[in-house]
């Protein structure tokens, strides 16, 4: 199964843009990339996914590299609400997910 | 909206005993799963069902069982538990396969 590679965290200053990286070097033609955060005490909540383009929603931005083993998930604007934990997956056949360690995310005021 | 469930939220038992976990979902999602987070790490799938009466294995099944006789119902059993099998417990449900999905708030389970 392909795995990703996340720094195991990051600091980020409230209103600043922040963006966190993720290395999938061995990555599929078929596997999509998927991110998700998990806040204290709470379950995983997903923010986005792309496959090839780079991708916008109201949470965040995608930014998938050309040859798509690396992509960055990228907040425009930090806020405290932001601090959580950042899941990189790749997902494959059957939807699974399979989670690694993560970026932990503190923003500061 | 209740969206998805998960009961109980908290859980003490013995080892040895047999314990089953309920999640129950609102949107007639097709696809159910269940992870379990151990202290200081990511998820793991124990177990998905990409619809009523099909189900297959994750990355750690061994030890847990589960049915899907109802679309919005996945419930997970642990037949004879074990002191490693203490963790926090998510399920989620998706619309398909490659779709978000959405957790629940999960179920902290303490074998003793």
């Known amino acids: 199964d392909a795995k990703t590679t996340q720094p195991n965290s990051m600091e980020s200053n409230e209103e600043e843009p922040v963006h966190l990286p993720c290395n999938h070097s061995?990555?599929?033609?078929?596997?999509?990339i998927h991110w998700y955060r998990q806040l204290p005490s709470q379950g995983p909540e997903y923010v986005i996914h792309?496959?090839?383009s780079n991708v916008n929603n109201r949470m965040a931005s995608l930014a998938i590299a050309e040859d798509r083993k690396s992509s960055t998930l990228i907040l425009h604007r930090a806020t405290l609400r932001d601090a959580a934990v950042y899941y990189c997956?790749?997902?494959?056949?059957?939807?699974?997910?399979?989670f690694g360690q993560g970026t932990e995310l503190s923003v500061k005021p | 909206d209740a969206g998805i469930t998960q009961s109980p939220r908290y859980k003490i038992t013995e080892t040895g005993r047999q314990v089953t976990l309920m999640c129950h979902q609102t949107?007639?999602?097709?696809?159910m799963f269940w992870y379990r987070q151990d202290l200081g790490h990511g998820l793991r799938l124990i177990y998905y069902?990409?619809?009523?009466?099909?189900?297959d294995k994750g990355e750690v099944p061994d030890g847990y069982v589960v049915s899907r006789s109802k679309t919005e119902n996945f419930p997970l059993t642990l037949e004879s538990a074990t002191r490693s099998q203490t963790s926090v417990y998510f399920c989620?449900?998706?619309?398909?396969?490659?779709?978000?999905?959405?957790f629940g708030p999960g179920t902290r389970l303490t074998v003793t």
């Open positions: 792309g496959l090839t």
């Open positions: 949107w007639s999602h097709s696809y």
């Open positions: 061995t990555i599929s033609g078929t596997d999509y």
């Open positions: 989620a449900s998706s619309t398909l396969a490659l779709y978000e999905q959405y």
């Open positions: 997956i790749l997902s494959f056949q059957g939807g699974k997910l399979i």
């Open positions: 069902s990409a619809a009523a009466d099909i189900t």
